[in-house]
């Protein structure tokens, strides 16, 4: 509260000092946030993309893998699958959006040539090895909409952080602020006619 602080004058220079920074603060606040925002809805569109292409990989991998059942049969399928020897690997980094770490995912060996694959041509019909491609294919896909769904989630907490922070500060600290140096250029004046009434009381008894 205003009250609470003791009008000198070098609490009123505190005070003048520190609104300076309260305001280059919330300003630079202010600019990440629309910043921030700017990215989200980048981000936001990346992501309405990739969720449809998770949607559509999806559906032709189970069309792809529903063929090569009914053609090769539900052992030959597995056996199939059983015999792959590549293993796909993640790897998680991290990048800086506007000074904000997000997470980049990679991921290796999710594309594994014929001859790696574990299951001979002759073993099986090309209809096995199109299911395997587009299960591949939706692999790939996921690890790209994982990346973009944390980064999003990570964008949308940033921007709520900020946001609670750019109010905080218009809404609360600066105005808090001002009020206490108000309060204390009114007391100090104040105090001056004081002074200035009782010194001239003083000159006119001498």
Known sequence: MPQDVVPTRSVLLDLKRRIKLSQSGHKILKMKRDGLIIEF???LEKARQMRA???????QAMKKITI????DGEVAV???AYALNARPEVKLGSK???????PKVEATSIHTDLLNKGFGVLDTSAY????SAAFEKLLETLVRAAEVETTMKKLLDEIEKTKRRVNALEFKIIPDLKDSEHFVKFRLEEMERENTT????????S
């Open 198 to 205: 009782r010194l001239k009381h003083i000159k006119g008894k």
């Open 78 to 80: 597995r056996s199939a």
């Open 68 to 71: 090569a059942r009914a053609i």
């Open 41 to 43: 809805f980048e981000v």
């Open 96 to 102: 800086s959006i506007m000074g904000m770490m997000v």
């Open 128 to 131: 096995v090895e199109e299911a």
């Open 53 to 59: 292409g998770v949607s559509s990989d999806f559906q």
